[in-house]
């Protein structure tokens, strides 16, 4: 149980191009969801936690009109990285949680989706 | 200073090793403690999952906590190839904090 997708698994784009990220849940309902970003040997830096039918939170620092994020079902998150340009190459990847404990927060995570913007 | 401070490695170990894994960490207030194993290119899988301070044991994966020096700790026993990953410490404080992760390597 609890298994998160990601699709597409690695994308290639112009710079400039936007670009959509998709993160489902397969066998359950996730009110919330988060989505990160990770460079290479560094950890995993949360950009915004998505709860369904409603804005997304934003961490300081990430520019909300460049990675809009739509969580339209209890299944279902997207990522679109708008206008992208090469310093926005990295590694995005969603999670999302489990039930409604938010204190312990257990995350299940997707497997990624690696953006190379040329 | 960063809240959750973790050894990058990398660390190479022989098989059947023990390897220890350790995190510090400067706030308090997180509550609870996990530990992720992520392979190359992939997402973080959920290894352990602690409150309390003291030992969680599963299989060959051991977490420690010790809340009153701030300190964490995964171990490995009988390491293998298969270990082969980064491991991640994360804590909540409302969101989760990773640590750097630590590169481990277990040589046949």
């Known amino acids: 149980g609890a298994v998160v997708s990601q699709h597409p698994s690695w994308v290639i784009c112009k710079s400039g191009t936007s670009v959509k990220i998709e993160c489902r849940s397969l066998?359950?309902?996730?009110?919330?969801m988060f989505w990160y970003r990770q460079f290479p040997k560094q950890s995993l830096m949360l950009m915004a936690t998505?709860?369904?039918?409603?804005?997304?939170?934003?961490e300081q620092g990430v520019e909300k009109d460049k990675f809009l994020i739509n969580h339209a079902s209890l299944t279902l998150s997207t990522l679109t990285v708008t206008s992208a340009h090469p310093e926005d190459s990295s590694f995005y990847i969603c999670s999302a949680r489990v039930g409604v404990e938010v204190r312990s927060d257990t995350q299940y995570f997707g497997p990624g989706t690696r953006l190379t913007v040329l | 200073q960063k809240e959750v401070e973790q050894d990058p490695g990398p660390l190479s170990v022989p098989e059947g090793a023990i390897v220890s894994l350790n995190c510090t960490y400067s706030?308090?207030?997180?509550?609870?403690f996990m530990w992720y194993r992520q392979y190359s290119r992939k997402g973080p899988e959920l290894l352990m999952y602690?409150?309390?301070?003291g030992n969680k044991e599963d299989g060959r994966f051991t977490a420690q906590v010790d809340k009153s020096s701030k300190y964490i700790s995964l171990f490995i026993r009988d390491s293998q190839p298969s270990d082969s990953a980064t491991y991640l410490c994360?804590?909540?404080?409302?969101?989760?904090?990773f640590g750097q992760g630590t590169e481990l390597s277990v040589k046949p």
């Open positions: 998505s709860n369904e039918g409603s804005k997304a939170t934003y």
């Open positions: 994360a804590m909540t404080r409302g969101k989760l904090i």
């Open positions: 066998d359950f309902q996730a009110t919330t």
């Open positions: 706030n308090s207030a997180f509550q609870y």
């Open positions: 602690t409150y309390s301070s």
